[in-house]
């Protein structure tokens, strides 16, 4: 015996046929990799593909989301030579903990 109403029926039935069509939305958030950045000194500043992105101490609070794949980022701050890095970032969350090296005087 069937319990279920006619309309509940047809909504169960529309969301098969676009589950099979590949039509159903999925959440954007589980598709996105989120870079984290524990940096010293707090005042670096991070690129991605020459592109800035935000202050080391705004990225360790807040990860900024990207896509996931390779990502060549670099780190900058004033009185310490830029690193430079080539990430595979993946879905979720990656954090990277980086310590600039001073320039001598």
Do not use: W
Not at 4 to 26: E, F, I
Not at 32 to 44: H, I, S, W
Not at 53 to 80: D, E, H, N
Request: glycine content about 6%; hydrophobic content about 45%; charged content about 20%.
């Amino acid at each position: 015996m069937n319990c279920r109403s006619p309309l509940l029926n047809a909504l169960l039935v529309a969301g098969l046929a676009l589950a099979a069509t590949g039509c159903m939305k999925v959440p954007v958030e589980s598709k996105l990799a989120y870079l984290k950045v524990v940096a010293q000194p707090p005042a670096t500043t991070v690129y991605v593909s020459d592109r800035f992105i935000g202050s080391a101490r705004l990225l360790q609070k807040q990860p900024k989301a990207l896509t996931p794949g390779v990502k060549y980022v670099t780190f900058k701050a004033p009185g310490y030579f830029p690193h430079d890095l080539r990430l595979e970032l993946p879905k979720g969350e990656t954090v990277v903990r980086i310590k600039l090296r001073p320039i001598p005087p």
